[in-house]
Nanobody, 123 residues
Framework: QVQLVESGGGLVQAGDSLRLSCVAS????????VGWFRQRPGKEQEFVAA????????YYADSVKGRFTISRDNAKNTGYLQMNSLKPEDTAVYYC????????????????WGQGTQVTVSS
């Protein structure tokens, strides 16, 4: 069992940066791949970034590539999403997810989900 809690969201202006954190409980976290997804107002949930269990492999959606960085610290049971050069279209609820398998770019590839954290980027 893995429980995830996101934090670090807030209201910022275009061009600003935020770092989201995903704190996990459960001894299986270190063996899990981690993904970040977001849901923009009135739109479907979309993939943002993913990282494998040891951080050796990462993948990013084209919309955030070069601006966002996914990382993890297994000693702290925490995953991170560093978001730079934020744009108004990045406004969304961001969710952290984990699964004891290879990382995936689709929501169905993850078993455990956090409650989400709101990111709002003003224009």
């Amino acid at each position: 069992q893995v429980q995830l809690v996101e934090s670090g969201g807030g209201l910022v202006q275009a061009g600003d940066s935020l770092r989201l954190s995903c704190v996990a409980s459960g001894r299986t976290f270190s063996s899990c791949s981690v993904g970040w997804f977001r849901q923009r107002p009135g739109k479907e949930q979309e993939f943002v970034a993913a990282i494998n269990w040891n951080g050796g492999n990462t993948y990013y959606a084209d919309s955030v590539k070069g601006r966002f960085t996914i990382s993890r610290d297994n000693a702290k049971n925490t995953g991170y999403l560093q978001m730079n050069s934020l744009k108004p279209e990045d406004t969304a609820v961001y969710y952290c997810a984990a699964d004891p398998s290879r990382y995936s770019t689709v929501a169905s590839g993850y078993t455990y989900w956090g409650q989400g954290t709101q990111v709002t980027v003003s224009s």
